[in-house]
């Protein structure tokens, strides 16, 4: 099994900017659809962003659209999210996601990810 470590999070102002990082560890991050969804409290846990593992596919929530861009370097085995223009309303906590899936699908749902870290958390103050 992949094992995904998050980290990068931690308290802003709004309008500052903020990159977070995903490990993947146990297997190579190779052939490995990667997403990033978010959970502030009260709410569910949602879609932030995908990318395919050759990176030719992406998607973005309309939230962050333009404001957040997702990376990856797979020789490094890591994932990334780097985040402008913070908002309040993007306070949560961020989970690095992935699945096995050597295809240039879209992947958006929460479903679609078996394989999950344990979040890190990004707290945006006014």
């Known amino acids: 099994q992949v094992q995904l470590v998050e980290s990068g999070g931690r308290i802003v102002q709004a309008g500052e900017s903020l990159r977070l990082s995903c490990a993947a560890s146990?297997?190579?991050?190779?052939?490995?659809?990667m997403g990033w969804f978010r959970q502030a409290p009260g709410k569910e846990r949602e879609f932030v962003s995908s990318?395919?593992?050759?990176?030719?596919?992406?998607s973005y929530a309309d939230s962050v659209k333009g404001r957040f861009t997702i990376s990856r370097d797979n020789a490094k085995n890591t994932g990334y999210l780097q985040m402008i223009s913070l908002e309040p309303e993007d306070t949560a906590v961020y989970y690095c996601?992935?699945?096995?899936?050597?295809?240039?699908?879209?992947?958006?749902?929460?479903?679609?990810?078996?394989?999950w870290g344990r979040g890190t958390q990004v707290t945006v103050s006014s």
């Open positions: 996601a992935a699945r096995y899936d050597p295809t240039r699908s879209t992947r958006t749902r929460l479903e679609e990810f078996p394989y």
């Open positions: 146990g297997r190579p991050f190779s052939n490995y659809y």
């Open positions: 990318m395919s593992w050759g990176g030719s596919v992406t």
